[in-house]
Structures are given as C-alpha cells and as structure tokens.
C-alpha cells in the first residue's frame, strides 16, 4: 500500500499536487478488533500519517479504507462502513457472501469471489473423475460460504461428499483429532480443503503427527501457493496436491522498495520500529532494567531475511492491494476533475467516490485492468497450481492451467495434464470413488441409505442395452431392428430367410430341378412310345397331364426360395394349391378310368359311357375349378403378404410370408387332403383287379406316400421355427411329387425302356400271367 501511495503521490498525471495519507491498523483477524478500528476510522478526528513531513492543507477526512484480508472481519466492517457509504476494498476477502450490496453496499474488492473459486473447485474436480471426496473447511465465513457453494455445484455435477467437517484455529486439540479419526476412517482419497492459510498450519501439524499420507488434497487459494506451509510440510503429505491461485503477477519497483525501507526514514511512526525490531531481533532504545539485546541501526540488510515479508510469492495480493489503492486514487482524479491541477474545492463525499470506484475502468503500468462488476467484484481468474516436488525437500509450485470465468462454460476451465504429479509423486490420476464404473451392458442400482455416488451395477434384463458407462437405466432396443444379445448396444438384427444361395436353399433348388427334368425325360419316353399298348392302355390323355402338372409342382416349390415379396408371397400358396389339386384330379381321373374299366367287363354293366374321355376332361377341370375358386376369394379376401418376425428370434428377424387369412390356407390344404383321400378309396377299391392292370397298385402306393408326407407335414410345419418351416413345406411338396411320379410311371419306363417285350397288346390283356 505504501509503494502504492508514494507511486501515486509522485506522479504529475494522476491527482497532481495532492498527496494521500494513510492510517495503518493491524485487527489480528479478530473480529472485535475489527469493529473497533470501524468505528474509529468513522469517527472522522483519528490521526493520519503522511508520506512526507508537511501538514495538511485541509482537515482530515477518511475517503476510503484498505482491508480487510479475511471474509469474516471484511464483513464486520462493511457493516458499519456501509451505513456511511465509506468505500471499503479488501485484497484478499473472498467469500462469495460479501457480494451481496443489501448488506454490504460499499464493499468491493480486488481478488475474485469464492463463488467463482467454489465453482472452478467442483469442475476441477469432476474433470479427473473423482466423484467421492471429503472435504474440510474453515469454520468462518470464508469456509462456510465457500464450502457450501461448492458443494451445491458438486451435486449438480454428480460428485457426493463422504463427510464435511469443519473447525477453527483456536478450537480444541480433541475437535481437530475427531478430524483426523474422520479422514482415517474415510474411503475417499481425495480431500477438498477449503481452509485459511492459518487454519491450514494447524491441520499440517496434526496431519504430520499422524503420517497420513497418501491422499490427493486440492486446494483453494488461500494456502494452495503459501510458501510457508510447503515449508511446514516435512512429512510430503500435501505433495501432489492442486488447488487455485490467483494469477502471478510483478509490480515493477515493489521488491526494491521492500527491500530499502530504512526505519530511520520514518521515524516518526512508531508501527514501522517495532517491525524492524521484530524483523531484526534488535532494540533502537534500550530499557534501563530490560535484558540487553542487540541494538538497532537502521541500516540493516533485507535481503538476507527469509521471512512472510520479503516471500515474493506473496506479490499477486500485494498487486491486489496497489490495485485498490489505483481504483481510489483514480476516483478521486475524476472527482476533482483533475488535469494539469485539481480542483481543490470540491467537496468530497463518501457516496459520491464509491460511485466513481464502481465505474472506474483503467489500466495499470503492467497492463492490467481494473474495474468491477455491479456486486463490486473484479474479473475472475485463476492459475491452477500444482504441488511438485524437487530435490532438497523443496515444492515448486507449478502452473499446470487456468480458469476464466469470462469464457464459455466448456472453455472455462484448461488444463496441462501430462505436466501434473500426484500424491506420491505419482503420473496416475488418483481414484477416489464409491464404487466402481459400472460398463455397458449394466445399468446403477444405488445402495440403500448411501449418497447416489454408491451403487451397485446390475445386468440389463432381457430386450434392453446400456451402451454407457454408469448408465442410469436400460433402455429397450426397438424391437423391428435390433437385438440386445450384448446387452451393451442394440445390435443390428440380421434379416433371415430361406434364400438360393446357402446350403439347404441349393439343395432344395437341385432337387426341385432334378424333379423338373425327370418329369420331363419321362414325358419324353412316354411320348416316344405314345402307341404302344402300355401308354394307350394308361390313358395317355391323363398321362400327359399328370406329368404337365408333375413339371409344375416341383417348378412352384421354386417360389418359396428368396427373399418374400407380395408377389411372390400370393404365388407360392395359390400356385402350390392349383397344381397340386390339378395332379391329383388327374390321378383320380386315371383311378376312375381303371375302376369302370374293370367294372365294365362284368355282364350287363355298360359304365364306361358314363366316364369318357369327355367326362374325365370336365372332371379334372372341375375339381381344379373349385381350387381355383378358393384361391381367388383368399387373394381377395385376405392375401398372403410379406411380414417380418420379431418374436422367433431375438437376434434376427425372421422374413416369411403371412398367411393373411388361415382359413384359406388351411381350405387350400384341406381340399387337396379331400381329394386325395378319394383318390386312395377309389385306387384301393380297384386293388383286386388282375395283375397286369397294375396302375391301381401303383396309384395306391402314391397315394400312401403322398397322405403319409402331408400328414406329417402338419405338426413339423407348425414347430418348425423360422425359414425351416419353408423348407419343411418345400420339401413336402417334393417328397409328394417324387412319390406320384416314381410310383406310376417309373414301373411303365421300365417296362418300355429295358423289357419291351411285355408292352404287347396280348400281354395287356392276358390274366394272370406270370410276372
């Protein structure tokens, strides 16, 4: 402050010719002390010192005063002086409650509020991952205040308290030694300490008797860049520790004349005696009967003396203090309209410089700026200081990052991470949580009676995923796309059906083929031999037809290979339905033919015109007639359509075709077991005819193998999950199309193609013959 006055009194551009005096009071952070000083500087007769030996020219008025250095004495008296309206500009209060002009409206100050520091406290510490933390405060105003801001924020952040203590300096060794059992007792390994310097001296010193090392402190600025308490700290206990600082700066000429004050000089103040005395362990006067010490001179050397007064590292709050001397002194120049000269006769009011102090906006010779906001507070900045360690037991303080709280939230805070040390000397960020990150796939369940911090990670049920760590809820996958068989994603269900390219699709494609071109060599063969008696006497009309209709059962079953489309989906039941009502109408065509065949050779039975080739015609045409019939109403009515199952699987989606009305898939079916049970009645009727009219044998045994494998087909058709329900429909349609065509025609092929002998018209009619 005196460095700061003299630049002041010296200068010719800021209020030349006037010389400001001071007043020096020392309150020892009492509170009492501090409203006494109070009342004593407003009362308006107290004694000024001056910075040169000259009187005043007017009388003595109070315009502002410097202080306090703590919260709790600010307050006290920025109560008074707020009454007055007297300017008060404390360097180093920074409880966040003195921003507050309802009750201190004259207080401003040059060192950021807490509720900045509070906030940069709680984003610094969820910016490493610690969400399980103690804390210690000093029990004032500056702690209390501080601490309950921080925890407010750390809530919002998600960072939970195991236990917030407090005490003060002069509390009793047992009240500091519950502390300590706390913080023993304790799983969190990372401590915020929101403490005073003084209160931090203490807390070292039980720290140190108890050797609790090991924890990852952070600190705020009131003790995180004190030299004197890293030099306190023999034990290590707080290396690694970081906190915030107000931002290093250099008062040019500062040091220098810290460093030159002669006693001598100023002579005629009794405060600078004692310190130098004190400073010196020296006496200027010696007491008659006091013991003899060593006498003062004067001339003795600072710069040899390693004490709180000559610490540099104190130099950003003695910037705050020549920042407020500035603020006032700037004021008053724009106060008395000051240029060349003053104008010495305007009167001055304390209200009148408060306000020219709220709306002063300048810069210093370094080339800060000064001003403050509507609560009287400056910008907010600070250093993030980092304890490391050094050789010889000395800490560095290390600026590792900053934090502006001008900036965007997400910008606020920066930070050099691979620069920083831990506790232990350690290049690991410390863990300190409740409990562990619970990994995706699993959901937080908290534990009851405990902070949201603890919790235990339980799986994601069924059908829902977590992709996140420490995610909250599960959510479900949505069920037309995805499966959650990892339960840490949604994962990409795979479409599945019954296509041409995989195994059982290929198989089933050669068997349909295969199926098409011996329907077709055998129709080829029955054409060669079109007027022998063996084709002529198996009605080769229906013959031919059959195996037209054969050719297109195994060339639908095609159909149910691929991906489903509504085109394909309405083909392969109607196309499947009509061609296979069609092959069997001709079977039972060819089974009619031989029963009134046989029956007709009886005496006075003429039944044979009642079932010509005209009737069997319109018989066939009549039984594929309804079929068709009932396919048209189903398509109509309520086609089949392509659909996607979600339920089959819980890792695919199954693509089939719906059946759209199970009444007309089931009357398709139905129909076709109709007609092939009649088919098999009239074929076993006829099983007694003579053996060369062997077709009714044959047609019976097809008809067996074809009732036999549709019968079957039911219950696989209905348990069969997915694409194999297709395949088991596929491979009914060719077991059943093999079996008509092997059991009645591969028997003539034989006899046509390896014993050509047999296929006379003698043969044909013989009775009996031998085999």
């Known amino acids: ?30 509170l009492i002390r501090s409203i006494k000083v109070a009342l004593a500087l407003n009362n308006g007769n107290a004694n000024m010192s001056l910075t040169s030996e000259g009187q005043c020219s007017r009388p003595v008025q109070m315009q502002a005063v410097m202080g306090e250095t703590s919260s709790s004495p600010s307050t006290a008296i920025a109560t008074i002086l707020g009454a007055f309206h007297i300017p008060l500009i404390s360097h180093f209060a920074t409880c966040a409650c003195l921003s507050d002009k309802t009750k201190y409206s004259s207080f401003l100050r040059t060192v950021p509020s807490d509720y900045y520091q509070s906030r940069a406290l709680a984003h610094l510490v969820k910016h490493f991952g610690w969400t399980w933390v103690g804390a210690v405060r000093t029990n004032d105003d500056y702690g209390n205040n501080g601490m309950a801001t921080f925890t407010e924020i750390a809530e919002q952040l998600g960072i939970c308290l195991e236990y917030s203590v407090s005490f003060f300096r002069t509390d009793s060794s047992e009240k500091i030694q519950k502390i300590i059992k706390t913080v023993k007792a304790s799983t969190a390994k990372v401590i915020v300490a929101f403490l005073s310097h003084r209160d931090m001296e203490v807390l070292i010193h039980e720290l140190s008797d108890h050797n609790l090392t090991g924890y990852q402190w952070v600190g705020s600025e009131s003790w995180i860049f004190d030299s004197q308490i890293a030099a306190m700290d023999k034990n290590h206990i707080l290396d690694g520790a970081i906190g915030l600082s107000i931002p290093k700066a250099q008062v040019t000429g500062l040091r220098e004349f810290m460093l030159d004050i002669k006693p001598l000089i100023l002579s005629n103040n009794e405060l600078f005696k004692e310190f130098w005395e004190a400073l010196f362990r020296c006496k200027f006067k010696q007491p008659k009967l006091a013991e003899i010490q060593k006498e003062c001179t004067g001339y003795e050397d600072l710069t040899g003396v390693e004490n709180s007064f000559t610490d540099m590292s104190l130099m950003p709050i003695f910037n705050n203090v020549y920042k407020g001397v500035y603020a006032v ?25 408060l306000q020219h102090i709220q709306k002063i906006h300048f810069k210093t010779k370094e080339g800060d700026e000064v001003y403050f906001n509507e609560n009287g507070d400056p910008p907010a900045k600070y250093e993030i200081i980092n304890w490391q360690p050094r050789e010889n037991n000395i800490v560095s303080f290390v600026t590792v990052g900053l934090y502006d709280a001008s900036f965007p939230t997400e910008k606020q805070l920066s930070l050099q991470s691979d ?25 937080k369940i908290l534990q009851k009676g405990k902070p949201v911090c603890c919790y235990d990670c339980i799986r994601c049920a ?95 079953s095609l159909t149910f290979i691929g991906q489903p489309s509504e085109w394909s989906c309405m083909l392969r039941h109607t ?15 060819k089974t009619m033919v031989v029963l009134m065949a046989f029956k007709a050779t009886l005496p006075g039975r003429n039944t044979m015109k009642w079932f010509g080739p005209t009737q069997q015609r319109l018989s ?107 395949a088991v429909e ?22 046509m193609l390896l014993k050509p002998e047999k296929n006379t018209k003698k043969n044909m009619m013989v009775k009996g013959a031998p085999r």
């Open 1 to 30: 402050m005196l460095f700061a006055i003299e630049e002041v009194n010296n200068s010719t551009d800021l209020l030349p010719g006037i010389s400001l005096g001071y007043k020096i009071y020392d309150t020892c952070g009492s």
């Open 329 to 353: 002194a700037h004021a008053l120049h724009n106060i008395l309209s000051c240029n060349k000269t003053c104008n010495n006769n305007v009167q001055l009011y304390p209200y009148t410089i």
């Open 419 to 443: 620069s920083l040390i831990w506790t232990h000397s350690s290049r690991h960020v410390p863990v300190s949580l409740c409990s562990e990150k619970c990994p995706p796939g699993t959901r």
């Open 462 to 556: 069924e059908g829902e995923m977590s992709n996140s760590t420490d995610a909250v809820s599960c959510v479900r996958c949505p069920p037309e796309s995805w499966s959650n068989m990892r339960r840490d994603a949604c994962v990409r269900k795979e479409a599945e059906f019954l296509s041409f390219e995989e195994v059982m699709g290929i198989l089933l494609t050669s068997a349909a083929i295969f199926g098409t071109c011996l329907t077709a060599a055998v129709a080829f063969i029955f054409y060669k031999h079109r007027k022998t008696p063996l084709v002529r006497a198996n009605n080769s009309e229906l013959s031919f037809l059959l195996l037209f209709s054969l050719t297109l059962c195994f060339l639908c």
């Open 575 to 589: 196309a499947f339905g009509v061609t296979f009502v069609l092959c069997i109408s001709c079977v039972l065509g």
């Open 620 to 726: 066939v045409l009549g039984f594929t007639l309804i079929q068709v019939i009932i396919c048209i109403l189903w398509l109509t009515i309520s086609p089949p359509f392509p659909s996607k199952n979600f339920k089959e699987f819980k890792d695919k989606i199954i693509l089939e075709c719906a059946l759209g009305s199970a009444v007309g898939f089931w009357s398709v079916l139905g129909y076709i077991g109709l007609l092939a049970l009649l088919c098999f009645t009239f074929a076993f009727l006829a099983r007694k005819l003579p053996d060369n009219f062997n077709e009714a044998k044959f047609i019976t045994f097809s008809m067996l193998i074809f009732c036999a494998v549709w019968i079957a087909f039911i219950p696989a058709y209905v348990s069969s999950p997915g694409k194999f329900s297709v």
């Open 730 to 751: 596929i491979f009914a349609i060719l077991a059943s199309s093999f079996g008509l065509l092997i059991c009645i025609f591969i028997p003539k092929c034989y006899i």
